[in-house]
């Protein structure tokens, strides 16, 4: 099942839709990581940053299997996989640079909320091949 609640909004809003919101939640507070000075304001962002990331994890290979069926889940999850992997292993040897040169992670957090609305805007233009509906495999 999809993780973070998400499927119940499956159910109801399809892969796509779903995925768009869970990234879409994601934004504020990755953002507001960077100005947020009080412990409780940082458990809460990351409670609700942690509850949209949860669902986006299995959405993303659900969305694959769903606009391109079964075949290249493989290679393409492979891919993604990847990007996801180097980005794990350069994004907080990046972070510590950038504190280390400006003493402060609002750029690092900057800088993630805008990969997030990167994402958000690739997601929000993918069309399924060949017409295909939602939920096709």
Same mark, same amino acid.
């Given at each position: 099942?999809?993780?973070?609640?998400?499927?119940?909004?499956?159910?109801?809003?399809?892969?796509?839709?779903?995925?768009? =919101?869970?990234?879409?939640?994601?934004?504020?507070?990755?953002?507001?990581?960077?100005?947020?000075?009080?412990?409780?304001?940082?458990?809460?962002?990351?409670?609700?940053?942690?509850?949209?990331? $949860?669902?986006?994890?299995?959405?993303?290979?659900?969305?694959?299997? !769903?606009?391109?069926?079964?075949?290249?889940?493989?290679?393409?999850?492979?891919?993604?996989?990847?990007?996801?992997?180097?980005?794990?292993?350069?994004?907080?040897?990046?972070?510590?640079?950038?504190?280390?040169?400006? $003493? !402060?992670?609002?750029?690092?957090?900057?800088?993630?909320?805008?990969?997030?609305?990167?994402?958000?805007? =690739?997601?929000?233009? =993918?069309?399924?091949?060949?017409?295909?509906?939602? $939920?096709?495999?």
């Amino acid at each position: 099942g999809v993780g973070g609640g998400g499927g119940a909004a499956v159910a109801r809003l399809g892969h796509r839709k779903t995925l768009l =919101l869970s990234i879409l939640v994601q934004i504020p507070p990755i953002v507001l990581f960077a100005v947020t000075g009080e412990a409780w304001a940082f458990y809460l962002l990351a409670s609700v940053f942690g509850f949209a990331y $949860g669902a986006v994890s299995p959405l993303v290979p659900a969305t694959v299997a !769903s606009f391109f069926g079964p075949r290249h889940i493989g290679a393409i999850l492979g891919v993604i996989t990847l990007a996801y992997t180097l980005g794990a292993a350069v994004g907080p040897v990046t972070a510590g640079f950038v504190f280390d040169a400006t $003493g !402060s992670y609002t750029l690092t957090f900057a800088a993630a909320g805008a990969m997030l609305a990167g994402n958000f805007v =690739l997601t929000l233009f =993918l069309r399924e091949p060949g017409g295909r509906g939602e $939920g096709a495999v």
